[in-house]
């Protein structure tokens, strides 16, 4: 019987592990090729795999899309939630987090840009889009109770991402902060937030 626990969890752990690389192969296919490049022959080229193995772990391009933009997402929200529970100057982490997508982080950072915004054409991907959405407003809920401030925190991080990406803003902390400070509301930072229970 433990022979055979052992041979299951090693399939799961290799099936876990192709998973994560046809992923991968995907994010690389949108970073290189546009979302629009995105077929399971082109992630199965990219992967070193087979097509059918492609599609057997994912069964449309849909599945790999959302699985893809996941990934980024997961990431993202794992930061954020970090910003959340250990740092007192909670829009300067935002701001940190915003600027690092045109630094090292910027080819996942496009590469999810071109997913959200394709999620206007493809239902499947709306809900793993707004996600980022959702968490800089849970982060902008914890310095503000005005639920348009937050709005305005959300949008304005939105925009700066963009613009960052587009070098159409200065890619300075500093700077982010200032404007998210501004949408905010106020011009200076606000005095630091509990740390949620």
């Not at 192969?25 to 022959?41: C, E, K, M, S």
């Not at 587009?166 to 905010?184: C, G, S, T, Y």
């Amino acid at each position: 019987m433990g022979d055979e626990d052992g041979k299951v969890d090693g399939r799961k752990a290799r099936g876990r592990k192709r998973r994560a690389e046809i992923i991968e192969a995907t994010l690389a296919v949108v970073q290189r090729d546009g979302a629009g490049g995105v077929t399971h022959r082109t992630v199965a080229e990219q992967a070193g795999i087979t097509t059918s193995l492609s599609t057997y772990y994912f069964a449309t391009i849909d599945d790999l899309l959302v699985a893809a933009l996941s990934s980024v997402s997961d990431a993202y929200t794992a930061r954020i939630r970090d910003i959340i529970d250990h740092q007192d100057d909670r829009l300067r982490g935002l701001a940190e987090l915003i600027v690092e997508s045109v630094g090292p982080g910027r080819e996942r950072a496009l590469a999810e840009r071109e997913l959200s915004t394709l999620a206007a054409r493809r239902p499947a991907l709306q809900p793993v889009a707004r996600r980022w959405r959702e968490n800089v407003a849970e982060l902008a809920a914890t310095v503000t109770g005005d639920p348009e401030a937050i709005a305005a925190i959300v949008a304005a991080s939105d925009g700066l991402c963009t613009a960052l990406l587009i070098d159409n803003a200065p890619a300075q902390a500093d700077f982010v902060h200032r404007v998210l400070l501004r949408a905010l509301g106020t011009r200076r930072p606000a005095p630091p937030a509990p740390h949620p229970a």
